[in-house]
Structure formats: structure tokens, C-alpha cells
């Protein structure tokens, strides 16, 4: 199945469909990632704080795809906003995935409370780009106010902000705010933690589909244009995961998701989290 993509706005292309590992051990990363590129994912994502970046490493270069051929997304640990320190960090995140740059690299959390404002650390990500350390910067769990203040101080639109979007929180204002701006919306967390899968709308659709309701779910996160990476350590999974490009969901079956939002979080609000690990 050929996955589609979506041009960011310094021209970079990103696989729509990606796999994510946040919360895979890393004694399963390098499998759980292997298997993810032999059934066909080509766009990875992890993060400093997953503490998996190696094993990620570790299966890009043992899968024998081309390096040009996988797109590595990886995003900067909350305990490295100051300027010097992303820096290093970057450089950290460079060795031990074992690639001379990355495809994407995020600021994780805004952190608004914490004495370094993220400003400072867009400016450092400016730098790494124009460094070409990554081919596209971006933010992850930025709010309109956050993305408002980069736009205002800062050179460099985002490439991406990925934020907390499933059908119980479909984040339409922020999304459309950033669809305005040239910003790509990547959705974490696309099935709520497996909250979701229990609904009744989607278990409707998934049986008139013949498919299961992550498969509609996160088919819903495709046609409303975000990117998305589901994670799972098991073969089947990752296989259903990745088989959503032979069916459409109807303008109904969207707009009856997109009715089931209750503005739920799962993770953290943004303009709250401060959290340094």
C-alpha cells in the first residue's frame, strides 16, 4: 500500500501514516520498529524523553532501507529549553540514532511556567535547522498563544505542531489555526489510549466497513488531512494499523465522529505542564 504524503511548508515531504513509539521498552523498540519497516512504515517517531532513540537507531540501520527512505522525527527533552543545552541535546540525539540529521525535530511542551521561555528554545531550533542538523523544525502540544508568540518574535513558521486529537478531542479550532498559518497537525494519542474503542458510533461504522474501530479512527484522522502514528508491539497490530488506504469513510461516517468530541484530554494540558523530567 502506498502511503500518502504531505508537503510541509519548507517543502519536505512526510509520510501521512508513521509509527510511533512512546511507551515501547526499549528492550522492544529495535523489534517493534523493525517490524514497522518490513510491513511498510517509512516515517518513525520518537522523542528524547521516550528514551529509545538507540534502539530506534539500531533498526533503521539493521532494516536495510535506504536512510533516504525513512522519515525519523525526534523532539527535545523538557530539561534542554536553554539555548546551549538543545544544542548539545540535539547533537546527543544525532549519535545515538546514528544519523548525520534528523527529518523533523520538536520542542516537546511549551513548559510556560519554567524560568526558560520556549522562545528562546525556537531560536535554538532555528539554529539547528539553519545548522541543517534537521530538514524541518516544528512544536508538539503548542496552543494558539504559544504558536502566536514564535509568530510574532521569531523567523521560522512551524512545520508541524503535534497535539493531543482522537474523536473524544478533536481539537477543531487549534487545527484549523494551524492549517491557516502553513502548520501541519500531527495527532497524538490517535485512539485515546484504546478509550475510543468501545464507542458505539465507531463500532457502527467499523461493522459496515468490515474493518475495526482503530481502523476507522485513525482512517478519520487521515481524511481530515493530520498525520498519524499509531504504535503497537505486536505484529497484527501494526499490520492493521497500516492497512487504511483501500477504504473511505463517507461525509457521514466523519461528521458523525467528529460529533462524538467531549473535549477529553488524555495527557496533560499544555498551559499547565511544566513537568522536567
Avoid: C
Avoid at 528562546?120 to 502540544?141: F, M, P, Y
Wanted: net charge negative.
Amino acid at each position: 500500500m502506498s502511503v500518502p504524503t504531505i508537503t510541509l511548508n519548507n517543502g519536505v515531504e512526510i509520510p501521512q501514516l508513521g509509527f510511533g513509539v512512546f511507551q515501547i521498552p526499549q528492550e522492544d523498540t529495535k523489534a517493534a520498529t523493525l517490524t514497522a519497516l518490513e510491513v511498510g512504515y517509512r516515517h518513525i517517531d520518537t522523542a528524547e524523553m521516550y528514551g529509545n532513540e538507540k534502539e530506534v537507531g539500531q533498526a533503521v540501520a539493521e532494516s536495510g532501507i535506504p536512510r533516504d527512505q525513512i522519515f525519523i522525527t525526534s523532539k527535545l527533552n523538557n530539561g534542554f529549553h536553554a539555548t546551549d543545552d538543545a544544542l548539545r541535546a540535539t547533537d546527543q540525539t544525532l549519535t545515538d540514532l546514528g544519523v548525520e540529521s534528523l527529518d523533523l525535530f520538536l520542542i516537546h511542551w511549551p513548559l510556560p511556567g519554567i524560568d526558560i521561555d520556549y522562545v528562546e528554545t525556537w531560536k535554538a531550533l532555528e539554529k539547528i535547522h539553519a545548522d541543517g542538523k534537521s530538514r524541518a523544525i516544528g512544536v508538539s502540544n503548542f496552543q494558539r498563544s504559544h504558536l502566536e508568540r514564535l509568530f510574532s518574535e521569531t523567523d521560522v513558521v512551524p512545520a508541524v505542531n503535534q497535539i493531543e486529537v482522537h474523536p473524544y478531542l478533536t481539537q477543531n479550532a487549534l487545527r484549523a489555526f494551524n492549517s491557516e498559518h502553513g502548520i501541519a497537525t500531527e495527532a497524538w494519542s490517535p485512539i485515546a489510549q484504546g478509550d475510543v474503542l468501545d464507542d458505539p458510533v465507531l463500532n457502527k461504522i467499523a461493522q459496515d466497513k468490515g474493518r475495526t474501530p482503530a481502523q476507522v479512527t485513525l482512517r478519520w484522522h487521515i481524511q481530515r488531512g493530520d498525520i498519524v502514528f499509531p504504535k503497537s508491539v505486536t505484529r497484527s497490530r501494526v499490520e492493521e494499523n497500516f492497512a487504511l488506504f483501500d477504504f473511505d469513510l463517507s461525509v457521514e461516517d466523519v461528521a458523525a465522529i467528529d460529533a462524538l468530541n467531549k473535549d477529553r484530554r488524555r495527557g496533560p494540558d499544555p498551559d499547565e505542564f511544566n513537568h522536567i523530567p
